[in-house]
């Protein structure tokens, strides 16, 4: 049997770490990714200049100085906004700042000097989810301009509100066009996800590099890893298929 | 204009001729990483798409486990695999190929190539099994061999058909490559991260980098345009 001489929960966690990632990613990257493809479908010239700017600025260069741009600039742009704090509680007397919404947690404490730190995972999860939103943006995009228009008239023609055309009609076919790309965003971001670990986020890639460096075994932890990563690549692979073929069962040849 | 612009330059303590010189060092990295992986992951790629598409079953099926698991897993892990894998082998300090290897620039190359001959294999197999069923059948009624066949009628025109798939790798290549500066080579990405860690300043730093790629993106975008031209002017 595979030994891991003792790091195999350790590494484990870093898998369940690593799904978590993706998942709480592709949840931003989708709300992200239906924003700009409405924004560049049917919004206003300036909102549609900045869904251009973002999917092609994002997209033209590599996540890896992304990652580091928007987790490296996340620090130094709390640190000011720290210091914008603290003189709020010179001036206004506020002692602490707390949010904690189940994932993310910002904290502010006032005793030993001022500080702001958003935790690593919430970082890579917003980091991740906006390069991702980006690419797709452009696959919901094209989603919606292949959804027939004569049959949102005829929606509209039915009396049906702007909420009810989306949900009926707009939302199930371009879900249909949408699949292909999104499964294949997905699949890019699983493996995107073993980036954060040069930012410093514990994912299996980074324990599993601390294991190989202090055992002087890396392929007894680095093929193991790579094992988890074709697994979750090959289950994604069978659940996308059969997410094809239900939103296909309206469509002759399925 | 560059007298205002060498004034400019001289006022900021940044974006010194030394500093800049370092992103120019890491963009000639970049560029020979990318330019390397792409050309020789083609060349082995083309015969692979081809052995891809036989009809002998386990020999396709070789080919396509090498392109699953290469598309597959992360090239991080793949880079940590050939780079610390490889490097960490009992004896291979002493073996006359370890000059290559002490440098991260070898071990970075192979798994680049390795990574983009997976990619690439998949795109043109993708465009060999789409050629014209009747073109190889009047092929064949000239009397010409398999080889002649492949040769004069299916690659030039899966060439032709894989163009807009391939140009999308390469651009994907150039950014894959920035997984270098992990290993300790200076890349424009490597070269970001250093002048960061110097003045503390991650939005000039990594901004400078990422416009530099945003460059190399639209000069790769321009060569794929060029060549699509020349690749469907009988269509024209």
């Known amino acids: 049997m595979l030994d891991l001489q003792g790091y195999g929960p350790s590494i484990f966690n870093g898998a369940i770490l690593t799904v978590k990632l993706a998942i709480f990613s592709l949840i931003i990257a989708v709300l992200l990714g239906l924003i700009t493809a409405v924004a560049r479908y049917s919004g206003g010239k300036i909102s549609s200049a900045i869904a251009l700017a973002y999917t092609n600025l994002v997209r033209g260069v590599p996540d890896l100085v992304l990652m580091m741009l928007i987790y490296f600039g996340l620090q130094v742009g709390l640190n000011n906004f720290s210091e914008w704090l603290y003189e709020l509680h010179e001036t206004y007397a506020i002692n602490a700042f707390y949010i904690e919404q189940g994932w993310l947690t910002l904290s502010a404490f006032y005793e030993d000097g001022m500080y702001i730190t958003i935790d690593e995972f919430s970082a890579g999860v917003l980091t991740i989810g906006f390069i991702f939103g980006a690419y797709m943006g452009e696959t919901f995009r094209g989603a919606l301009l292949s959804v027939d228009k004569g049959q949102l008239e005829a929606a509209t023609a039915y009396g049906m509100s702007d909420w009810q055309v989306f949900r009926r009609v707009m939302f199930p076919q371009m879900m249909r066009f949408a699949l292909p790309g999104i499964g294949n965003n997905w699949l890019v971001l699983v493996k995107t996800t073993a980036l954060v670990s040069v930012i410093g986020l514990s994912d299996m890639v980074k324990l599993a590099k601390e294991a190989a460096m202090t055992t002087y075994e890396p392929f007894l932890f680095f093929i193991p890893v790579a094992f988890v990563y074709l697994a979750i690549t090959t289950v994604s692979e069978i659940v996308l298929k059969y997410l094809e073929n239900h939103f296909s069962k309206g469509v002759e040849g399925h | 204009m560059l007298d205002q612009l060498v004034a400019l330059l001289e006022q ?183 002048v960061y860690s110097r003045f503390y300043a991650p939005f000039e730093a990594f901004i400078f980098a990422g416009g530099i790629y945003l460059c190399l993106c639209f000069a790769i975008f321009a060569v794929f345009q060029r060549l699509e031209k020349r690749a469907f002017r009988h269509l024209a």
Not at chain 2, 64 to 87: A, E, H, S
């Open chain 2, 12 to 194: 900021n303590e940044m974006f010194t001729p030394s500093i800049l010189n370092e992103y120019w060092d890491g963009t000639v990295l970049t560029v020979q990483l990318t330019f390397l992986s792409v050309v020789i992951g083609f060349f082995l790629a083309v015969p692979l798409a081809i052995i891809r598409t036989s009809k002998y079953v386990w020999l396709s099926r070789t080919i396509w486990l090498f392109t699953y698991v290469f598309r597959g897993t992360p090239l991080l892990i793949q880079l940590y695999l050939i780079y610390y894998g490889v490097t960490m082998i009992d004896g291979i300090q002493d073996s006359p190929i370890w000059f290559l290897l002490e440098d991260a620039f070898y071990p970075c190359l192979l798994a680049f190539v390795l990574n983009t001959a997976a990619y690439s294999t998949e795109i043109i197999r993708g465009s060999l099994v789409t050629t014209d069923k009747g073109e190889i059948e009047a092929a064949e009624a000239y009397g010409m061999n398999y080889w002649q066949i492949l040769r004069r009628i299916i690659l030039p025109s899966a060439f032709r058909r894989a163009l807009p798939a391939y140009s999308n790798e390469v651009i994907f290549m150039l950014h894959a490559t920035s997984i270098a500066s992990v290993v300790t080579l200076v890349d424009i990405t490597g070269a970001g991260y250093n």
